[in-house]
């Protein structure tokens, strides 16, 4: 394993030993969560990325289910699907990537299925023993299947469903080892309603979305004493779209999400007067009460997630990410976006500012965007990412959702 392998592919070792790791941790003033595969929380498209993350609320598109899958009962064209890529620790290495196929079909004029392949490649590793000999080659992977389905309920509102398969490889079989693939199923639950209204002189319209994202079972990459939650999201937000004129648009998006997971537990480090007894006590409660946390079952953390965190209520503020975004359109063909993501500095410190552009010609459109971190230690720091996307409009020319002759759908998405 070179060096440079051996720095990207270590936030996946991370991943496997962070049960354990927390276990050990007594006195820091730790407040970040830790889950498996972090990856299901990264919008995986250019144009939820050049909006800070942000998307709930946003009008839909064949990404739309990956944010919420109660925006897919009112998709604008009649099939429609989109692969993106995103380039991995791209000053590091050139074989990690994170690689998304996403597409929908609508049925009947209220509903619509929708489907999804999520593909983390962490690139190839060498592995040597002690003795600096090789010890085989690795690929570790991620990936992630679903399945979705939206239907409108109203002319205003609508719900949706997600299921999914996740599979998290990260070690392979490593002699001495006792690590193992994790396999887990999870799955979403969406409302979205959109209104539009005319205030003034102005034409707008209202858009408001509710998620909740990976509901599942556990992670287990050892031991099921020691499984990993997943990144359990509850994600809440809006859009709001004023038209300019007729060739003029701009939508303000803004997203607020938390991890429905226990938070890690810490106590603020004793005097320096302390009894070594004390100090090993202070310990011991500090990894019996994490080790109670992360044993909890999936309802069970999700409810306490909301009054675990260090600091009582205003630390629960300090879990919640802030994500916003502004998309603005010139005659539906051109897109220009720019988004800002914030997490605490006590949970994470994640916070990047992301601009891109977009274009829509036909059944043919493309987006792209560009992140610029705070930090360098971004995976994603100065990366080009890239989303296509076909509208196919035309397999609908020759009738409507009732049989009838006609298109459905003229706005690019």
Same mark, same amino acid.
């Given at each position: 394993?070179?060096?440079?392998?051996? /720095?990207? !592919? %270590?936030?996946?070792?991370?991943?496997? =030993?962070?049960?354990?790791? /927390?276990?050990?941790?007594?006195? =820091?003033? /730790?407040? %970040?969560?830790?889950?498996?595969?972090?990856?299901?929380?990264? @919008?995986?498209?250019?144009?939820?990325?050049?909006?800070?993350?942000?998307?709930?609320?946003? @009008?839909?598109?064949?990404? =739309?289910? !990956?944010?919420?899958?109660?925006?897919?009962?009112f998709v604008d064209y009649k099939?429609?699907?989109?692969? @993106?890529?995103?380039?991995? /620790?791209?000053?590091?290495?050139?074989?990690? @990537?994170l690689s998304y196929l996403s597409g929908y079909g609508k049925v009947g004029t209220r509903g619509a299925f929708a489907a999804s392949l999520l593909y983390f490649n962490l690139g190839q590793i060498d592995y040597r023993t002690g003795n600096n000999l090789p010890a085989g080659e690795f690929n570790p992977k991620e990936y992630a299947v679903t399945a979705s389905y939206g239907q409108k309920l109203g002319e205003s509102f609508g719900v949706g469903v997600t299921a999914r398969y996740v599979r998290s490889n990260l070690i392979g079989n490593v002699q001495g080892s006792d690590?193992?693939?994790?396999?887990? !199923?999870a799955a979403d639950l969406g409302a979205y309603y959109t209104k539009d209204a005319t205030l003034g002189a102005g034409i707008y319209n209202f858009a408001f979305g509710l998620a909740i994202s990976n509901i599942g079972n556990k992670m287990v990459y050892q031991s099921p004493v020691t499984a990993s939650f997943l990144p359990t999201t509850l994600r809440l937000g809006t859009a709001i779209t004023r038209e300019i004129d007729s060739f003029n648009k701009i939508t303000f998006a803004f997203d607020a999400t938390k991890l429905l997971v226990p938070s890690p537990y810490y106590e603020d480090p004793l005097p320096a007067t302390a009894t070594a007894q004390e100090k090993q006590d202070q310990i011991n409660r500090v990894n019996q009460t994490n080790t109670e946390r992360q044993s909890q079952g999936i309802v069970g953390g999700i409810f306490n997630s909301f009054s675990d965190a260090p600091g009582g209520f205003h630390g629960e503020?300090? $879990?919640?990410?802030?994500?916003?975004?502004? $998309?603005?359109?010139?005659?539906?063909?051109?897109?220009?976006?720019?988004?800002? !993501?914030? $997490?605490?500095?006590?949970v994470g410190a994640r916070q990047y500012l992301s601009f891109g552009l977009g274009a829509r010609l036909s059944v043919f459109g493309v987006d792209g965007t560009y992140l610029v971190p705070n930090s360098q230690a971004n995976p994603l720091a100065n990366t080009i990412r890239v989303s296509l996307h076909f509208n196919l409009n035309k397999l609908s020319d020759a009738f409507d959702e009732k049989g009838a002759g006609g298109t459905q759908g003229t706005l690019p998405n």
């Open positions: 394993m070179t060096f440079f392998r051996a /720095l990207g !592919f %270590t936030p996946a070792l991370l991943l496997v =030993a962070a049960p354990a790791a /927390l276990a050990q941790i007594a006195t =820091a003033d /730790l407040h %970040t969560i830790t889950t498996a595969v972090p990856i299901l929380t990264l @919008s995986p498209d250019a144009r939820g990325a050049s909006l800070g993350d942000a998307g709930v609320a946003t @009008s839909p598109d064949a990404n =739309a289910a !990956f944010y919420n899958p109660g925006k897919l009962g099939y429609a699907f989109s692969p @993106s890529y995103s380039p991995w /620790l791209r000053q590091i290495t050139d074989d990690m @990537s690590a193992q693939a994790g396999n887990s !199923f503020l300090q $879990e919640i990410d802030l994500h916003a975004g502004a $998309e603005y359109w010139y005659n539906n063909i051109i897109a220009a976006r720019v988004g800002y !993501f914030y $997490e605490n500095p006590h």
